[in-house]
């Protein structure tokens, strides 16, 4: 197959990146001017150097693909400009929804997230819940936005979409926001925990690489939604795990829930004036995350598209060695 990727640098892409490789697909990848392409380079991809709300920048190599995988995102939960949000997560989305209408490709997948359903009433919810009245985070509301845009280019043009919702993703070689989680745990740079109730629903990196590949690979599945992802912790049942694996103790002081809220519109206040990122990343936006959590049913994938989810202890013990081999 020829598989046109957006997002093949980050976390989740370059997982899928080494599987797609492995099994002969010829990849064309977007990629910015200041990307690591390295990675991608010794996997032998094509290279398309451009934005992806630039269409003029990549709209010849999208032609002739057999899939299209957009995973290219903006997730953070604070910015300085918080219209990079919108500009990436819509505009950007929109841009590569529009390129592949006519491109005689077979599949568009679209990588979402469980975030946007926000709180439903069901619980858990499932692919066809109606979805809560607020999402708690930009990068939530941006990326519900920029889905329902590829979702009207699916009913008025015939984009041949599917949309995966994964829940936390969990593997080596996380960067983001979560993985900053689980490194400032075991090198004890959390001063206490936080909201230890909430739940969300955990998955391994390489089961959303899986979900990907076999939602392309399916017949008559277009128009299809798969929530990906299979444990529910807490956050306290989760920091056990963390801590079991790596040795290291969870912080003794717990924040009661006022106070981290109170700290988060404080540090978020000072961080909007500043352009400096909250400590620990307590910003408005991540506290009201953690606050509210999810719980969805991803059962789906399992049935339909055969997937065995992996153990979640799996992803954190191959997350934490690739912290500490990084360290060496």
């Known amino acids: 197959m020829k598989i046109f990727i957006t997002g093949a640098t980050g976390f989740i892409g370059s997982h899928l990146a080494r599987r797609l490789s492995q099994e002969g697909h010829k990849m064309t990848c977007l990629v910015r001017k200041t990307s690591n392409t390295s990675l991608l380079e010794s996997l032998g991809a094509e290279l398309v150097v451009g934005e992806i709300t630039e269409k003029d920048s990549f709209s010849k190599a999208i032609r002739g693909c057999d899939w299209i995988i957009h995973l290219a995102n903006l997730y953070t939960l604070w910015e300085a400009d918080k219209h990079q949000y919108t500009w990436v997560n819509v505009h950007g989305t929109r841009s590569v929804m529009e390129a592949a209408v006519g491109t005689g490709a077979s599949k568009v997948i679209h990588i979402s997230t469980a975030g946007v359903y926000g709180k439903p009433a069901d619980c858990p919810f499932r692919e066809d819940s109606e979805i809560g009245p607020t999402r708690f985070s930009e990068y939530a509301h941006t990326k519900h936005f920029g889905e329902l845009l590829a979702w009207e280019l699916y009913k008025s043009r015939g984009l041949p979409l599917v949309v995966l919702y994964p829940g936390v993703v969990v593997g080596s070689g996380d960067t983001r926001i979560t993985g900053q989680y689980v490194r400032d745990f075991i090198n004890r ?96 936006d991540s506290i009201k995350t953690m606050r509210n959590g999810y719980q969805f049913d991803g059962s789906k994938v399992e049935k339909e598209l055969g997937i065995t989810y992996t153990p979640i202890e799996e992803a954190l013990r191959e997350e934490i060695e690739w912290f500490r081999s990084m360290k060496k």
């Open 189 to 284: 740079r959390l001063p206490a925990t936080v909201f230890e109730d909430s739940i969300f629903v955990y998955v391994h990196v390489k089961d959303v690489v899986e979900t990907i590949i076999r939602a392309a690979e399916k017949e008559d599945n277009l128009g299809e939604k798969y929530l990906v992802g299979r444990y529910p912790l807490t956050y306290r049942e989760y920091n056990q795990l963390i801590s079991e694996i790596s040795g290291v103790p969870a912080p003794r002081l717990h924040m009661p829930n006022g106070m981290a809220s109170i700290s988060a519109a404080l540090g978020t206040f000072l961080a909007n004036i500043n352009k400096i990122p909250p400590l620990w990343g307590m910003s408005t």
